[in-house]
């Protein structure tokens, strides 16, 4: 990735407006870094400006603040900017909606009982993601590359020095595979297939192993093709869902003309056999509904969780063409997308399942709908179909993203082996990026207890919202310490303060114990969270005895100095420098 090094002023804003090319973006317009009023900076910027060339070598003062912006400025993948506004869009989309759209929309009706209620909870499920989307916006568009939280982190908390980057590290590498919907895709292929998944878990793990190896190898090998493959599976995912939803308009439809609005659906909602089903009236909406809540809380949290993956762009920003419009439209887009198209589901089953048969079936809910339609044999065969294709895009949009978050963190030098994983050599793809997200992943698809993966998706998310809160306190910061920056999105700061609060409720949660139970009951119950915190702390001991402790012992110092790989990308190796020794 090749960016440009400036010896300008350390309080320069950072880039707003450049190329969208990889020769262009070796020469970007440093005019538009600077607010129109300060014309002085801009001559002394454009005036001192070089580039980096690739057999150059240049040394980082050790605590300069200016080098920590020059690793922020907006740089182009050595492949170039492949990702248009459709790809972008996919990526987030595929992200968001999984194969648990067949379920957890069951699972929400179960627990707060009504047809309003819930639809309401989806709603306002989408009004608290937009906050934390707020968030990332302005970060991603005041620093428009690769990284996502890693950037972020690194600069607003640039000290203690290498902390931040330490920490999104090791949870990247420890935390960052992809298994659950792995499993899901075996599972459901085999009942495709007409075998029991339960009585066959090694082909299970085969067929896992399967996906996630030909999807490192397509991501790796073949990038524009893993593009198209990916974009294809999202698209099939949203008219599916929108076809679903229009077929159970036409058996709605059908049941009427045949038997008569009036026989068929009284003003409550119920059928002529007693069943529930979508209301007809506004107070019918809401009966049942259950107004508890610690309910309704935790329901809620099962919806804000539906809708995570908002951020999958901001891992791959050097790749998208126009950046930052990009970001905007396409984020806020795939949110209200999302919304529909859980709105548009959810009023599918309503219309097709007896109420009932929700609350008792719970997450089984895209079962009955698709058994409801198209009987049980075929019903059956085509839901397994449909959450196959839906877990194997889940599994594309993350790999491709993670990948180049493992590159972007190769680059840093905190790793062993950073140019190999940092290259885009041979086939100007992240290949060792891949490399290093498909060997935690098989592992943990081979762990032969199933229930492990929830567990471990707790344990991923609990430093999750650490990272969350910081970046959210992190923007406030910058507000107030830096508002020369240039910020193509402004987050609305009611909700900014909102995450944070957000934040420190689910970090919080976890400690309260439920009335009358006993204490290691509930010691056991979170014991993810144990677990979750072990993972930080196992960071900040790798920094502390990577960057004090040792340094202090064997008498050196870390610098960091600049290199260049012979495909192009630009790395950082941490040298270790003699105290005594002068520049």
């Known amino acids: 990735m090749d960016f440009v090094d400036m010896e300008s002023d350390a309080e320069t804003p950072l880039l707003f407006g450049f190329a969208s090319s990889p020769q262009q973006a070796q020469s970007p317009d440093y005019h538009s ?41 907006p740089e182009i993948a050595v492949s170039g900017r492949n990702l248009g506004w459709s790809s972008a869009f996919i990526l987030i989309i595929s992200r968001v909606v999984g194969s648990g759209i067949f379920a957890t929309p069951g699972s929400i009706v179960s627990s707060v009982g009504s047809v309003g209620l ?37 600069f607003t908390y640039p000290r203690p020095r290498f902390l931040a980057s ?16 792995c499993i899901v895709f075996g599972e459901y292929v085999l009942f495709v297939l007409g075998y029991n998944p339960g009585e066959h878990p090694g082909h299970v793990r085969l067929l896992a192993v399967g996906l996630m190896t030909v999807i490192t190898v397509l991501h790796g090998c073949f990038l524009r093709a893993g593009i198209v493959m990916q974009n294809v599976l999202g698209w099939v995912k949203i008219v599916l869902i929108v076809l679903l939803a229009l077929a159970s308009g036409f058996v709605v439809l059908s049941r009427y003309s045949h038997e008569g609005i009036d026989s068929t659906l009284t003003t409550s909602g119920t059928d002529g056999t007693g069943n529930s089903r979508f209301p007809a009236t506004w107070d019918g909406m809401w009966e049942g509904s259950v107004w508890d809540l610690g309910v309704i809380t935790t329901a809620l949290f099962k919806v ?6 908002l951020q999958n762009l901001h891992n791959v920003l050097n790749e998208v063409k126009d950046p930052v419009r990009t970001l905007r439209s396409a984020a806020t887009a ?16 309503f219309l097709v399942v007896p109420l009932e048969d929700i609350k008792l079936g ?132 009611p909700a900014v303060w909102f995450m ?35 993972v930080i702390v196992f960071g900040i001991l790798y920094w502390a005895v990577l960057t004090v402790f040792l340094p202090w012992l064997r008498g050196y110092r870390l610098e960091e100095v600049t290199d260049v790989i012979p495909d192009g990308t630009t790395i950082t190796k941490l040298v270790h420098t003699p105290v005594d020794w002068q520049d």
């Open 362 to 493: 719970g997450e089984l809910v895209g079962a009955l709908f698709f058994e409801q339609l198209f009987g049980q044999t075929l019903g059956r065969r085509l839901l397994s179909l449909a959450v196959a294709l839906s877990a194997a895009g889940n599994v594309m949009v993350v790999t491709f993203s993670l990948a180049r978050l493992n590159q972007e963190i190769a680059r840093q030098g905190l790793l062993p082996l950073g140019a190999a994983i940092s290259s885009s050599r041979p086939f100007g793809a992240p290949l060792g990026g891949l490399i290093l997200h498909y060997i935690p992943s098989v592992l943990v698809i081979c762990i032969p207890y199933k229930d492990i993966y929830s567990f471990i998706l707790n344990v991923e998310g609990y430093p999750a919202q650490l990272f969350s809160l910081a970046i959210s306190l992190g923007l406030l910061k910058l507000r107030w310490s830096r508002p020369e920056l240039k910020r193509p999105y402004r987050a609305f700061l």
């Open 334 to 349: 795939a949110l209200v997308t999302a919304c529909v198209l859980y709105l548009l589901i959810n009023v599918a089953y």
């Open 304 to 309: 804000f969780y539906s809708y995570a993956g």
């Open 118 to 154: 819930t639809l309401a909870l989806w709603v306002v499920g989408a009004l608290i993601s937009w906050c934390g989307l707020a968030v990332a916006l302005e970060y991603g568009c005041m620093l428009p590359r690769s990284g996502g939280e890693k950037v972020y982190l690194e």
């Open 33 to 73: 870094i600077l607010k129109p009023h300060d014309p002085e900076v801009v001559a002394k910027t454009t005036t001192t400006t070089t580039t980096i060339q690739p057999a150059r070598r240049q040394r980082r003062q050790p605590d300069s603040h200016r080098s920590l912006e020059d690793d922020v400025l």
């Open 500 to 534: 944070v609060f957000l934040s420190c409720t689910l970090l919080c949660a976890p400690f309260v114990a439920r009335r009358g139970e006993h204490w290691a009951a509930h010691l056991s119950r979170v014991s993810y969270v144990l677990v979750g915190l072990s």
């Open 166 to 181: 330490t920490l999104v590290a090791v949870h990247a590498v420890v935390m960052g595979f992809t298994a659950s919907n």
